[in-house]
């Protein structure tokens, strides 16, 4: 058994986003895995668009209208006032209901919110997919938009709550091999599934980036210092520590700190303990990204 990768003293900066909880249901266990990955598998926050996540999957018993279900988190920044941010947030998230969702088919989406702060009305980016035939009606103890479709029907709860969490928690886990990349992100990811309130929004993500770019057009760009194929042509610049050719990152989303940090703990565990991995840290850019340090030590 090999000894457990050291954990580095320094902390994952994280900062404040929207989010909306939502369980989706299908007839078919198959549709409704293919509906929630699709749903959750682009995150582009970075460029002003929204991220997902799937927090759980469910059984029938699990969900309001007794089918196969998933819980998703839906995600949106916050760049200047609050207001804004909702707006944008509720067209993006039409797009990815609309487009990943609505068009599967006999799939239905319910709020699953646990402290909403207001919520938002799905008539106008989701009901009138059904061209002024849609109605509203009783269905499962919720009012519902059901949306006339060549294979009937979906159905949308009418209003999805909204509120702000924890975005961009993370943690590294810096390898000598490319099995210890895959075996230890795998072991991680499964491990955060299992912590309420927490998604994974970028799957094993190969590329971690920085805020500060030479080209501010595309976003966060990649964060050299610690990319090990530059460690020779920047010589003392390079971060990379001997033996080290691999950083994979984790990035998460949570509905709270708490939930944030018991989803790191439990990724951090698992992976730190696979053969290959020599070191556990994290991404932060000196406070000036976010609001919340969440110290790696302070986690066990």
């Known amino acids: 058994m090999s000894e457990k990768a050291e954990i580095e003293d320094t902390y994952a900066e994280a900062f404040k986003g929207i989010y909306c909880r939502v369980i989706v249901t299908a007839a078919y266990k198959e549709t409704v895995k293919k509906t929630a990955e699709d749903a959750t598998a682009t995150p582009a926050t970075v460029i002003g668009r929204t991220e997902a ?12 209208d007794g089918r196969p279900g998933a819980i998703l988190q839906f995600w949106g920044g916050i760049q200047k006032e609050l207001r804004g941010a909702i707006e944008k947030f509720e067209k993006e998230l039409s797009y990815r209901i609309r487009q990943d969702i609505l068009v599967k088919p006999f799939t239905s989406v319910f709020d699953a919110h646990p402290a909403p702060k207001g919520s938002l009305d799905m008539m106008k980016g989701v009901g009138h997919c059904g061209d002024g035939y849609e109605w509203v009606e009783e ?9 006339p479709l060549m294979v009937p029907n979906f159905q949308i709860e009418r209003r999805l709550g909204y509120a702000t969490g924890v975005m961009g928690g993370n943690f590294w886990y810096l390898c000598k091999t490319k099995k210890a990349v895959m075996k230890a992100g795998k072991k991680a990811l499964k491990a955060i599934e299992k912590v309420e309130g927490a998604v994974n929004t970028f799957d094993i993500c190969s590329a971690g980036s920085k805020p500060d770019t030479n080209f501010p057009e595309i976003g966060p760009t990649t964060n050299h210092p610690y990319c090990p194929s530059l460690k020779k042509q920047l010589g003392s610049k390079s971060k990379v520590p001997a033996g080290v050719k691999y950083i994979p990152e984790i990035v998460l989303n949570a509905i709270s700190v708490d939930a944030m940090k018991n989803a790191m703990k439990a990724g951090i565990q698992s992976a730190r303990s696979v053969e290959g991995v020599v070191k556990i840290s994290a991404g932060n850019y000196g406070g000036n990204l976010g609001k919340y340090k969440i110290h790696l030590n302070e986690l066990f």
Request: charged letters at 45%; aromatic letters at 10%.
């Open 139 to 147: 269905r499962f103890g919720r009012k519902m938009i059901v949306v």
């Open 53 to 64: 996540g799937i927090e759980k999957w469910l059984e029938k018993e699990e969900t309001p």
